[in-house]
């Protein structure tokens, strides 16, 4: 067994991390954005807040409704009542005077301005919270990882 005592010689490499990509020229280094790079998030939910008060100033349901609101106390800002709107927001009626999407309004009258409007209306509070909170969630992740010009 004069072969066992011979040692094979062996040049091992350094094992390279998952995270060292940094001379591999085929893998995307991964930046991360500053939080500071999520504004148009941000202008969105400005928008959206912003047409929502529109809307419930446009609606004043104090006045149209013959004092028949829920929470009375905020006035003008009034919500319908729950029977007709239970989402806490502005009539139907309302939501299609400022732009609401009804196939009738596209097809009969040709009013294709109101694809551009409708996805900043929300029937109530509950829609609106609930919207934001999904665009803040997955917007800000998006624009973390794609930019805000993707």
């Known amino acids: 067994m004069a072969e066992s005592s011979e040692f094979i010689e062996m040049k091992l490499s350094p094992v390279k991390l998952a995270a060292d990509n940094s001379e591999d020229p085929l893998v995307k280094p991964n930046r991360r954005r500053r939080r500071?790079?999520?504004?148009?998030?941000?202008?969105?939910v400005i928008i959206q807040i912003g047409v929502f008060?529109?809307?419930?100033?446009v609606n004043d349901c104090w006045t149209n409704s013959q004092g028949d609101c829920a929470l009375p106390a905020l006035g003008r800002f009034s919500f319908q009542p729950l029977p007709e709107n239970p989402l806490l927001g502005p009539s139907q009626?309302?939501?299609?005077?400022m732009g609401?999407?009804?196939?009738?309004?596209?097809?009969?009258?040709?009013?294709?301005?109101?694809?551009?409007?409708?996805?900043?209306?929300?029937?109530?509070?509950f829609h609106l919270f609930i919207n934001l909170c999904s665009v803040i969630y997955v917007g800000i992740h998006l624009e973390q990882e794609?930019?805000?010009?993707?």
Request: proline share 4%; hydrophobic share 50%.
């Open 93 to 97: 009626s309302k939501l299609d005077e």
């Open 36 to 44: 500071g790079d999520t504004w148009v998030v941000s202008v969105l």
């Open 146 to 150: 794609f930019g805000p010009r993707a």
């Open 53 to 57: 008060i529109a809307t419930m100033l």
């Open 100 to 125: 609401a999407l009804r196939r009738s309004f596209l097809t009969e009258y040709h009013q294709t301005w109101r694809l551009f409007t409708f996805p900043f209306l929300h029937a109530g509070l």
